[in-house]
């Protein structure tokens, strides 16, 4: 019969039992079967065709998305710039072991994820990366990030525990500006700068521990706007504290 006089055939879910039914042959013509595409993230291929990057949400709608590790055989190396801004539905995020690298406003204004755990071959943070997600309360960056960019977690007022790894050697300007809920911080001695606010407004930071000496503590390049609140005023290191000192401009209010 024709394709439209199959259309009219009524033909049950377990007509054909396990059999997988991929075409039908008319005599008009041949239909196809067409299965819903399964939801999944937008990637891209890299210009060389030998890694990829997810750069979009796509047609996932669930709130706890698991980033592949492989697209097209290649292996998912990034997560781009934008690639998830503002999906306010995201609350937890699986990342592969193959992505060295977090792209700027990645996750930003992502304001229900509450947790973050990056794998170790990750090794930079762009900026804004994870800008104003409100309810982000951890976040463990793995061994081997070296920079986090400028306003990396710009007001992530819920953020109370965070693990910076072993091999930071950047933290960019204002990156933790106004996490007010950090109570504690603990930096290791690959550290070799600290940007202007980094960490100023928050209110909360009670004590910060150096995992170097004293004296290289002090080879730290320091922006000249301080990073710490004034009610930071020593640093521990594993041979004594450092005492800090404000900006030369700096007036409470």
Known sequence: GSIAEWDNVFVPEEAFGNIEIKRIKCADGVIESSEPEAASLEYKLAPDGRSARVVGIGSIADADIVIDATYLGVPVTEIAD?????????KSVIIPESV???GAHAFSLCSSLESI???????????YAFHACE??????????????????FFACRRLDSIDL??????IGDSAFFECVSLKSLTLP???KSIGAMAFSECKSI???TYNGTAAEWKKITLDEMWAFEPSV???KCSDGEVSLSLPTDYNET
């Open 82 to 90: 934008n690639a998830f801004f503002g999906c306010s539905a995201v």
């Open 206 to 208: 009670e004590s910060v």
């Open 189 to 191: 001695k690959t550290l």
């Open 117 to 127: 755990v990056l794998p170790d071959g990750v090794t930079s943070i762009g900026e």
């Open 100 to 102: 060295t690298k977090i």
């Open 135 to 152: 309810n982000l309360k951890t976040a463990d960056l793995g061994e081997s990030v070296v920079s986090i960019g400028s306003n990396a």
């Open 165 to 170: 790894g072993g091999k930071l050697q950047t």
């Open 233 to 235: 005023a020593l640093v």
